[in-house]
């Protein structure tokens, strides 16, 4: 049955985009900065409408409480040049979204109950192609092909809004760190802690048991706290049979306590942003595959690499997110964009040890297409200079930019182009054979059901 449901969404996606390409008319946190669908009106055709199917009651559902959403995601990309073959993958992933506002269904002032399902599918092109690159060139792809529980909790705003609790299933993104996701290379997608360091924080679409407090101290300030479930089984994708063996993949340690703090200016007005500075503590010591430890001899396994679990002291980094308007050019969000990403993790145990993203976006193209979009982004994403690898202290440098056609009101396509410079940090796959710099192009489909 899921997989039937799959196929349906991958078929309604590509009908739609073909149809409206034919008939010529006229998607977490800081996720865009473009607006959501506007409230259906009963004159909306199907052009103009901000979803395919229409109102379908939602907007009666809203006003009693409860706001869903259906949203599908796909990326299609192929390399031209990078890896040992030229190929292409497909890649997304299906939303559905709910908030129940407790005041208007229960009386409860401030509360409100958040659930998200994703169904994710499709291959990944890196692994297709062979490029070695450290981020997803199809950043969608990840995390198993199989429908997870993204959010489940129960968030209570008091004293006026100036705390606001909130605990349940939960990914460590949706609270902290920079969630915008506009481009198809996972360096400039998500929070970038998680990006360097995905074997123990977990963005989008992996959630975990947690808590979050949110105290608005001042105008336009936030100081956040969270405390979550570090643990790696919540990455599997079936029940795990194997105990943990140290530098075995597949392998499952033990679990610690991920705690993130975070201080939020959010400056108001024309120009608006975010401004995100914070850190994080994880107390589970394990070292990332590929850095110097102790050889052990483990029965049946042989030599690997011990995960120096003699050294107790955790992990932790650093990290700050700016995302700014620059400029107010129209009504609709019309402007100029930037963001500014940085994350330094400790290089004690990390096998990505930095990585910084700078992009800019411009909505309002052109005077005619006010809702078109277009966007260019550098960045750069380094190996430790202790890495066992022939990549060690070598700096991926991903350079991407796309055009974004709002073609009608409940679909948006990106036209994108990448180029990936040094994938794996100096170009060498696995088998240590240095590859060329990797030319990507790909087409991002964003459809509001």
Known sequence: ???????????????IALSSLLGGGAHAADLLTKAPPLPYAETDDFWTRPYLFGDLGRTRLKEMGIDIGLTLGNETVGNLSGGNRNTGANAGQLWFGAKFDMAKLAGIQGGTVGLTLVDRFGDNLNSEAGIPALQLTNEVFGRGNILRLTELYYSQKLFNGLVEIK?????????????????????????????????????????QWGGVVHYNFAKEFQLSVGVYDSNSNYLTTSDPTIYYLP??????????????????????????????????????????????????????????????LSDQRGRYGFYESILQRLTVDGPKGQGWYTFLNTTVADHRTSYQDYQIAWGVKHTGTFAWRPDDEVGFAVGTTHVNSNALSPNAGGNEIPIEAWYGWQATGWMNLKFDAQYVINPGGRGYNAAGVKTDNAWVLGMRTTVHF
């Not at 049955?1 to 009908?15: F, K, P, T, W």
């Not at 609270?175 to 924080?201: A, K, M, R, S, V």
């Not at 102790?294 to 011990?306: H, K, L, Y």
């Open 247 to 308: 530098g075995v993949p597949g392998s499952i340690p033990g679990s610690g306590v991920l705690v993130p703090v975070e201080l939020v200016w959010a400056p108001s007005g024309p120009l608006n942003g975010t401004w995100r500075f914070g850190g994080w503590y994880d107390s589970a010591s394990t070292i990332d595959g590929g850095l110097p430890g102790i050889i052990t001899t483990i029965p049946g396994v042989g030599g690997v690499p011990d995960q120096n």
């Open 1 to 15: 049955m899921l997989d039937r449901s799959i196929n349906v969404a991958r078929v309604c996606g590509m009908g």
């Open 167 to 207: 605990g349940g299933r939960l990914p460590v993104g949706s609270d902290f760190f920079f969630g915008q996701c506009e481009f198809i290379n996972l360096t400039f997608c998500g929070g970038q802690p998680g990006n360097i360091q995905g074997g123990y924080i977990y963005n989008w679409p992996v959630s």
